[in-house]
């Protein structure tokens, strides 16, 4: 096999993962915005985890393929990260959206503005998301452009770091003496935040590729 199909292929599957990781996080959003929710949060959170696991079978099967190929290719290296940075992201996709169930399941209530804040680091990981499968997406289109979609990534990470301060300091503002629910919330937006690094590390990646071929 030629190292131009295999890039291809490599490429077009690590889209199709950001599309799944996209997928989760829309679910964990859903979630998050629908106060007035008529089923057992649990029951939510289920979908977010099938996801996870689909993502996790995906990564497994496109590592075997990247490693069979490894001889026709370069840069198995970068492409591995990505790979393994986007499993983990779906992992702490998951794990966010356990302990947010868990939240409502308890009765828990955020306030307006630490709410807020989580809702829009939420938004802002979707976007990042959107933008790192671009980028992929450019490869093999146009690396300078896929350079463009990379930095939008950093700038989005530099977004969430400042939300994600915001967030930490007013939970213990205004949680009151409820240890549980501030461990758990604190936990949810851990994980939105180092999800939020790992996209960014992988965009990083895709830049030393773009810059290969442009």
């Given amino acids: 096999m030629s190292g131009g199909i295999a890039n291809l292929t490599i490429e077009e599957q690590l889209q199709q993962i950001c599309s799944k990781v996209l997928d989760e996080i829309r679910i964990f959003y859903e979630l998050l915005t629908n106060q007035e929710l008529n089923v057992n949060p649990l029951q939510v959170y289920s979908k977010i985890s099938s996801v996870k696991d689909d993502v996790e079978v995906t990564k497994y099967k496109l590592g075997e393929y990247i490693i069979r190929v490894r001889e026709a290719i370069q840069d198995v290296d970068l492409y591995l990260e990505i790979l393994n940075n986007l499993e983990r992201s779906a992992q702490n996709i998951d794990a966010a959206g356990y302990r947010y169930s868990v939240i409502l399941s308890r009765g828990n209530k955020m306030d307006d503005v630490t709410y807020r804040l989580l809702v ?51 939970l213990y503002e205004k949680s009151g003496n409820d240890l549980v629910y501030i461990m758990l919330a604190k936990d949810v937006a851990d994980r939105l935040e180092d999800s939020e690094d790992l996209l960014k590390v992988s965009s990083d990646t895709v830049t030393y590729l773009a810059l290969e071929r442009s």
């Fill in 120 to 170: 829009v680091m939420a938004e802002k990981l979707m976007a990042t998301i959107t933008q790192l499968s671009e980028s992929i997406r450019l490869l093999s289109v146009n690396p300078n452009k896929s350079l463009e979609s990379s930095k939008a990534v950093v700038r989005m990470e530099e977004d969430v770091d400042e939300l994600y301060r915001s967030f930490e300091l007013k």
